[in-house]
């Protein structure tokens, strides 16, 4: 299958969690410099972003924040900053990276278009409903397998692509602080379809989604108490990842994992000991799983944002009673409804 | 860093089954691999003729005479002309462990060109556990280098016992006659670095090229079906098993895994005679997957046994109306798993024997 790319229907969101952003926008300069990028900072950077030249981007800072939602519940710090990106995007496809990850090397050498591979991802269907043993069968030299029922090859839209890292993977404190010199170098060449049902943890590192369709349930919700700017000290896009996939799950969507890869730095690594003091992330992730595992939107959910007002108020019915935290996150759904119904669910 | 251990040989806990009705020739490139097991060579079609086994290997060999004799009348649930013989193997082994290969499948190279041991990687996917009940992004985290990623629940890290490893192959790929049609040329190329665990709650198409499981844990389900001559279907016999056993080890909590270890397929069968083979099978699944899909086992089935009987049972009251033979199958079904229980009794128990093993080196 061929895959047309319009500059005019990709933007590219980043978080600045990081003053000098040159040695990111320069690496990447290849495969964003035709599209449109939104730079949000996050609202407590106090130093000036450096970007390079020769890019359309536009930034967004706390008084752009301020200024446009106005008092929100909604804490948009740290790394929840890139969803207001999401907001104020008009294009069809949002491509989200951190500001630490420059693109990677393939076995071969050549440099991996995170940007192409997504937009592939995407614009390709996902198979959900039957597991093809030979992994994404829409790929260049694959395709269903012997047993795999003709009716379900057509597949169904892709909503969400979860990229991967190499080098400094995408681990929890406890897994970074006992395996401190463990890199990823393991190249996995495989696109696959996360079947129905199956819940996963959907790292907002290196992510891409159809925003169009998906845009109201890709909120910052959850927000652990002592919520950081280290990736282990979040939990926020875990749990927009859970959320998303019961909405994809509940619509007949698909969601995709796998390529691409991007090279993520060791900017983080080896501070996770300061972290497991406080990390409640560890039990929070075990009081989530039976809801997760459970969970089932009635039929009456048709759109998206129908989905997440339901999906919010069974939290707050079965989550809320363990942990406040989750009082918050279904506060913080809704409120997101509201906003992306305001803000957010416009087209270019 | 501590070194990594080797993976154990389990050379007296597993067997290697092997149906054929050509030769054996394609041993001689596993010697290496394979020569420490022992082989339990199923062989379909005329049992006149002599199936030559290279030297120095340890097996025993079954034609369709030994299975009658040993089976008596329930030999009529093991499949004639077609390898979905090999299940007997499995029925007759007295190990944990079974690997199956087909007779046309080769060592591959990985990337780096050294030669795959795919026996190896089995027991090392066999021997760790599965994760069953969360997906991992970065695929087996038992694997070195490899772990649990941000967001996976520590109350699943110890993960499942593994009851299946699916392994996969380079060159010729497994695909159905229609498919082999249209593209005749297509080779499988790309090695996908990576073991994962079929999630729980999905159905996979299982191949039986390059299969290893636990035959302890599940070997019960790992019935082949009714295929071959005589019968209105086949290419489905690992299909069926597979279906079967993914319903089950979901039931009981077990794990399947799938990937590596790649083997190296020469030999494209005949397409035309495939599309013949299949052709029911291709409207029928579309039937057998929501049934396989729905199918709820009741909390009473704990072992594999009294799942497999429930399955045949609803396969009895709701494939029946698809085609008369799933009557036929879900008769054998049961018929295959009262063979299993007299071939395998529990520990302690009184055997019958039917005469000694045959033809054994």
Not at chain 1, 105 to 112: H, I, L, N, Q, S
Not at chain 1, 178 to 207: C, E, F, H, W
Not at chain 1, 264 to 275: F, I, T
Not at chain 2, 150 to 178: C, K, M, Q
């Amino acid at each position: 299958m061929t895959v047309e790319v319009h500059d005019g229907e990709v933007d590219i969101v980043i978080a600045a969690l990081q003053p000098n952003l040159t040695p990111f926008f320069e690496a990447w300069r290849p495969f964003f410099s035709r599209f449109h990028v939104i730079v949000v900072k996050d609202p407590e950077l106090a130093a000036e972003l450096q970007i390079p030249s020769g890019f359309d981007v536009k930034v967004y800072t706390k008084s752009d924040i301020q200024g446009l939602l106005g008092a929100t519940s909604i804490d948009f710090s740290g790394h929840s900053c890139r969803y207001f990106g999401y907001l104020v995007s008009r294009k069809k496809y949002v491509i989200s990276i951190d500001d630490n990850c420059l693109p990677a090397k393939d076995p071969a050498g050549v440099t991996v278009d995170a940007v192409t591979q997504h937009m592939i991802n995407l614009k390709t269907p996902a198979t959900p409903f039957f597991f093809n043993t030979l992994y994404d069968p829409y790929r260049k030299g694959a395709d269903f397998v012997r047993g795999y029922p003709f009716s379900l090859r057509e597949g169904v839209e892709c909503m969400l692509s979860c990229g991967l890292w190499l080098h400094n993977a995408d681990y929890d404190p406890m897994t970074h602080v006992v395996k401190r010199n463990q890199r990823n170098t393991n190249y996995v060449d495989a696109v696959m379809t996360v079947p129905l049902g199956a819940m996963l943890p959907v790292s907002g590192i290196n992510v891409a989604f159809n925003r169009e369709v998906l845009g109201a349930v890709m909120f910052p919700g959850l927000r652990i108490r002592k919520q950081g700017n280290h990736r282990w000290d979040t939990l926020e896009d875990i749990w927009n990842g859970l959320c998303a996939k019961v909405v994809c799950d509940s619509l007949g969507y698909g969601m995709k994992t796998g390529l691409p890869y991007v090279m993520r730095s060791d900017a983080e690594a080896g501070k996770a000991l300061e972290s497991l003091k406080d990390w409640e992330g560890v039990k929070l992730m075990d009081d989530v799983l039976p809801f997760f595992q459970s969970v089932k939107l009635s039929r009456n959910g048709v759109t998206v944002d129908g989905c997440v007002k339901e999906l919010a108020g069974i939290v707050r019915e079965k989550l809320a009673p363990k942990n406040p935290v989750f009082a918050k996150a279904a506060d913080a759904m809704e409120e997101w409804t509201k906003l992306w119904k305001s803000h957010g669910a416009q087209s270019a | 860093m501590a070194a990594t251990p080797s993976t154990p040989l389990l050379k007296d806990e597993l067997d290697i089954v092997i149906p054929t009705i050509r030769n054996l020739d394609f041993l001689e490139m596993w010697r290496p691999f394979f020569q420490p097991y022992h082989l339990i060579i199923v062989q379909d079609g005329d049992p006149a003729k002599v199936i030559k086994v290279p030297q120095g290997f340890d097996y025993e060999l079954y034609n369709r005479n030994d299975v009658n004799r040993i089976l008596g009348p329930k030999a009529s649930c093991i499949s004639f002309k077609d390898s979905a013989c090999r299940c007997f193997g499995y029925m007759v082994s007295k190990k944990k462990y079974i690997y199956t290969i087909d007779d046309d499948c080769f060592v591959a190279k990985d990337p780096s060109g050294k030669d795959i041991n795919a026996l190896e990687q089995h027991i090392k996917n066999l021997l760790s556990p599965s994760t069953p009940f969360f997906f991992n992004t970065l695929y087996d985290p038992y694997r070195d280098g490899a772990d649990f990623v941000r967001g996976y629940p520590f109350s699943l890290r110890e993960g499942a016992p593994t009851a299946v490893s699916h392994g996969l192959w380079l060159n010729i790929p497994d695909y159905d006659a229609p498919t082999q049609l249209v593209k005749p040329l297509e080779r499988n190329n790309r090695y996908v670095d990576a073991v994962l665990t079929i999630p729980k709650g999905t159905l996979f198409p299982m191949c039986g090229m390059n299969l290893a499981f636990d035959r302890e844990l599940i070997g019960p389900a790992m019935y082949f079906g009714l295929m071959g001559d005589g019968q209105p279907i086949g290419r489905y016999d690992d299909m069926w098993a597979g279906w079967c056993t993914k319903v089950i080890t979901d039931h009981l909590s077990l794990g399947i895994k799938t990937g590596l270890p790649y083997i190296w397929h020469s030999k494209a069968s005949n397409p035309f005679v495939n599309l013949k083979k299949e052709y029911n099978g291709i409207f029928w699944q579309e039937e057998l997957i929501p049934f396989f899909q729905s199918v709820a086992l009741p909390k009473e089935a704990t072992t594999v046994q009294k799942c497999y009987l429930e399955l045949a049972k609803q396969v009895k009251a709701k494939l029946g109306k698809v085609d008369g033979y799933f009557l036929k199958l879900a008769d054998a079904m049961v018929t295959w798993i009262e063979a299993w229980d007299e071939l395998n009794p529990p520990k302690g128990a009184i055997t019958t024997t039917k005469g000694p093993a045959p033809k054994s080196k």
